[in-house]
């Protein structure tokens, strides 16, 4: 693929060098600054002096003066030509001999006294552009002898030439290049590099020089351009090595030179221009009767055998814009990048970015989105050029221009999509991720708000599920751009939390409700209401709560309650008071009864007036289903019943006469009855209602173990006894005999279920006096044989500790024994241990160990002690 990277521009016409001799060829150039050389073949130098000119339309031409021609006497064609211009002289090659003539006069340099100024037997020679010499005004030369295998190394002088070093070869060389003391060679049969300091070679690749006419071209520092078998053009280095990938040009090339990132090659017709980079043909210019190609100091000169031209190298930029338009966009990129070592380093980074822009607009237009992605992303696109590109996007407020000249060329999405809307629809999936990306990075610092409100538009337009989370998290949507676009969409939802983000929380709960009312339809939230009711158990703003907990307890009391119960514990500033919040709720006797059961039953606040409330509520309710004859009420007063009896079994904060005196007289709640009364320690009364009344044997069984629960176990066997006593008193019943005969079966029973359920709970002696004499044995046999072996492993285990105290007081008295034996010495010069006061009487204790103490400091330590063994044996021995 082409690309115009070089224009060929007349330097020196044919008129201009020989007139009207027809047989005057070109056989070498040489230029330096605007000195133009020319050698020919019948042993001239013409000396041309060229001036660069701009026309009006900026295209660049050269206007040639010819100052001097001069014949050298040889006649012989001129070979070579080299300038040294520090030394204002040039190296000529002609009839195999090297010799001096002054820039300027064109005049042979005689030889001094010193050394000669001539080189005969000489085949080609060249300069050292890296010299290892540092004299200024000394050119090293490297010289290729016509009949000897050498390359000699020569300082040449102002005046003269020097010989300083000679290095053989395998092979008669045949061309040569000078790179510091590397030489790079071209034999008869191979290229090699050659270190002519220590003589150190180094074979490249197999080339025969007799077919093809050699090259060897240095293209920068110790690196070399060579010919190579195949039609390529390889690179290699002074190590031996190639660290670019070969350029496939003509089997016909007759010279070559590198202008970077090109290389340039002449064959017979045409010069080629190939890329350094990535190794494609770049341009081909058609130019017959080729002869010499050769840059000097990045200027590439080209000669025919009649004329002498320029190639004018375009403007990198230039070239790269071409390559951008005509969509080549991976070809820009490589040769924007290989640029970057001839380009300051600001100016570089400034283009290379705005050609990754340029790169990335190119392929999002051919829906590549993640390399367009990626180029945006390297180029540090400011995201509102793409933005721009979708109409109405950007805030109304946004002070964006695009930048120019323009990085794309598109007007719109429009423009670019010509009417394909699915083409439309990718192009806003592409937007939304890469802002989605981006927003969170430094890439938008400085454009927040553009960013935030193009993607909040996006999604909405798009219905996109993270329209929701944009809006819940921090960002910076402009409130009056956004409006009518989410009402447009019908995002009402998302239109409130946007005004949440904006401090504006009334606004938001009118549109939340309108919607919830269904005055607006949006399906975003199905669970609006509880949503609103979350909202509003989380205002601060007090008034707003109770501005519209009104609203919500009329549309679903039971979930609006959660607007009170949820409400975080703020510690920093006051809260709802649960006073208010129960006189507030009155008139919505639903949400009041669970607001109760919210402080009493899970937060346990302990306060009468709530206990008590709660369980005028819930008496309320069951007295109200009772009172109603409906049979579909039977469930619903079974729970209410239970919770009832929950609450009065559970709490001992609310008022229990007051309950009593409001259920007392219904026989319906004999069983609230019976636990109210325990409450009041009035369990005669309580039992006989579940005894004798009821009939609940069950029912009175457990009264007795909630009751005993958190008391000793003397108070739980007194109830129990009391219970059974209850089973065995005929005459509590208040019945007549023949209805007494009828029960007392069923209490018997009762009584001996109880005795052998809870036997150990008893105690045995006492009833056994309480039982009837006329009772079989039988009917107590698990009750008697669990009492019995209860007294017999309890008169065992007295006996074993018996035992164990009689040796411990055994030990004990032993251990006094020893004690008494030994002789204790008290004085009053020695203290006491315990109070470190001295001795003042013999009345002592001696502790274990022999140590003395007053009997008073044993008897308070003993009394104050927890154990009362610490000090176990004690005496009063002195």
């Known amino acids: 693929m082409s690309v115009k990277a070089f224009e060929l521009i007349p330097a020196v016409e044919r008129d201009l060098l020989m007139g009207d001799k027809a047989r005057i060829n070109i056989e070498c150039i040489e230029c330096c600054g605007k ?64 010799f001096l003539v002054d820039m300027v006069t064109l005049e042979n340099v005689p030889s001094t ?22 004299d200024p005004f000394c050119v ?69 020089s007799e077919e093809r006419r050699p090259i060897v071209k240095r293209i920068a520092r110790e690196e070399f351009l060579l010919a190579a078998p195949g039609g390529l053009g390889m690179f ?59 840059d000097f100091e990045g200027k590439v000169i080209v000669a025919s055998t009649k004329a002498v031209y320029v190639m004018v190298p375009l403007p990198l930029e230039r070239q790269i814009q071409d390559l951008l338009a005509s969509h080549r966009v991976e ?60 109409p109405l996007l950007l805030p109304a407020s946004s002070s964006f221009t695009r930048c120019h000249p323009p990085l794309h060329e598109f007007a719109d999405l429009n423009h670019l999509a010509q009417g394909d809307q699915e083409k439309v629809l990718k192009c806003k999936k592409f937007l939304i991720s890469y802002l989605t990306e981006v927003r969170s990075t430094e890439v938008v610092n400085g454009c927040r708000e553009d960013v935030d409100t193009a993607l909040l538009k996006l999604y909405a337009e798009q219905n996109h599920e993270s329209l929701l989370d944009l809006l819940a998290s921090d960002n910076a949507c402009l409130l009056a751009d956004c409006v009518p676009w989410l009402e447009k969409y019908h995002k009402y939802f998302a239109l409130g939390l946007l005004y949440r983000c904006n401090g504006q929380d009334p606004a938001a709960l009118q549109l939340w409700i309108r919607v919830a009312d269904s005055e607006l339809q949006d399906s975003t939230r199905p669970d609006l209401f509880e949503y609103i009711v979350d909202f509003l158990s989380s205002a601060p703003d007090l008034a707003l709560v ?96 239970e919770k009832l009896q929950g609450l009065l079994r559970e709490s001992n904060l609310y008022r229990v006469q007051y309950l009593l005196g409001k259920m007392e007289n219904c026989e319906q709640l ?45 108070y739980r066997q007194k109830l129990f006894h009391l219970l059974l006593g209850m089973y065995l008193d005929k005459s509590a019943t208040g019945k007549s005999q023949s209805a007494v005969c009828n029960d007392s079966g069923a209490l018997e029973m009762a009584a001996v279920d109880l005795l052998n359920r809870h036997g150990e709970l008893f105690d045995p002696v006492h009833v056994l006096r309480m039982l009837p004499e006329g009772w079989s044995l039988q009917l107590l046999r698990p009750f008697l044989g669990r009492a019995i072996r209860a007294s017999m492993h309890a008169s065992r285990t007295s006996q074993i500790a018996l035992g164990l105290a009689h040796s411990e007081h055994l030990q004990l008295l032993h251990d006094k024994l020893k004690e008494t034996k030994k002789p204790i010495a008290v004085s009053a010069k020695k203290g006491c241990h315990l109070c470190h006061n001295t001795f003042s009487d013999t009345e002592v204790v001696c502790l274990p160990g022999g140590v003395p103490v007053h009997a008073h400091c044993v008897a308070q330590r003993v009394r104050d002690s927890p154990t009362k063994r610490q000090l176990t044996n004690s005496s009063n021995h002195t």
């Not at 300083?164 to 040569?176: D, G, H, L, R």
């Not at 005028?616 to 004859?629: A, C, G, N, P, T």
Request: hydrophobic fraction near 40%; include cysteine; glycine fraction near 4%.
């Open 670 to 714: 004999l069983q609230e009855c019976a636990i109210l009364y325990g409450k009041l320690e009035d369990h005669d009364k309580a039992l006989h209602i579940l005894v004798h009344k009821l009939r609940d044997f069950q029912s009175a069984e457990a009264f007795c173990i909630w009751t005993s629960s958190c008391r000793d176990s003397a």
């Open 236 to 294: 290699a280095n002074a190590e031996g090595a190639s660290q670019r990938a070969p350029v496939n040009w003509s089997e016909s090339v007759i010279g070559a030179a590198a202008c970077f990132p090109y290389v340039v090659a002449l064959d017979e017709s045409f010069i080629t221009i190939h890329s350094m980079l990535d190794q494609q043909l770049k341009q081909t210019l058609s130019f017959r009767d080729g002869r010499i190609l050769q």
């Open 331 to 390: 070809e820009a990129l490589v040769l924007t990048e290989g640029a970057q070592r001839n380009i300051p380093k600001e100016k570089f980074l400034v283009l290379y970015k705005r050609i990754l822009q340029q790169a990335g607009f190119i392929q999002f237009g051919q829906l590549q989105f993640v390399e367009a992605k990626e180029h945006f992303r390297k180029g540090q696109l400011d995201v509102r050029e793409l933005i721009s590109l979708y």
């Open 546 to 641: 109770w501005k519209y907990a009104n609203w919500a307890l009329h549309k679903n009391p039971t979930t609006a309650v959660h607007i009170f119960t949820k409400r975080p514990v703020v510690k920093a500033q006051a809260d709802l008071d649960p006073g208010d919040v129960i006189t507030y709720l009155e008139k919505h006797r639903v949400a009041l009864l669970l607001y109760l059961e919210h402080l009493v039953l899970e937060k346990r606040i302990e306060e009468e007036q709530f206990h008590t409330h709660l369980a005028d509520l819930y008496l309320e309710r069951v007295l109200s289903l009772l009172s109603s004859e409906s049979p579909t009420n039977e469930e619903q007063l079974s729970k209410s019943r």
């Open 140 to 208: 090293e030369m490297g010289v290729l002898s016509l009949k000897r295998r050498t390359v000699q190394i020569y300082m040449v002088y102002e005046d003269r030439v020097q010989l300083v070093k000679e290095v053989s070869t395998p092979e008669q060389p045949s061309a040569v290049s000078l790179d510091g003391y590397f030489l790079c060679l071209a034999l008869a049969t191979q290229y090699m590099i050659l270190n002519y300091n220590t003589e150190a070679a180094q074979d490249l690749f197999p080339y025969n």
């Open 35 to 98: 000195d133009l050389y020319v050698g020919t073949n019948d042993c001239f130098i013409h000396h041309f002096l060229l001036d660069e000119l701009t026309s009006a339309k900026g295209r660049l031409t050269y206007s040639a003066q010819k100052l001097l021609h001069k014949y050298l006497g040889l006649k012989k064609p001129v070979a070579e030509l080299r300038a040294a211009s520090a030394l204002e002289r040039l190296i000529v090659l002609c009839d195999g001999v090297v």
């Open 113 to 134: 006294s010193g050394g000669g100024a001539r080189i005969r037997g000489v085949m080609t020679f060249c300069i050292n552009e890296n010299p290892v010499n540092g």
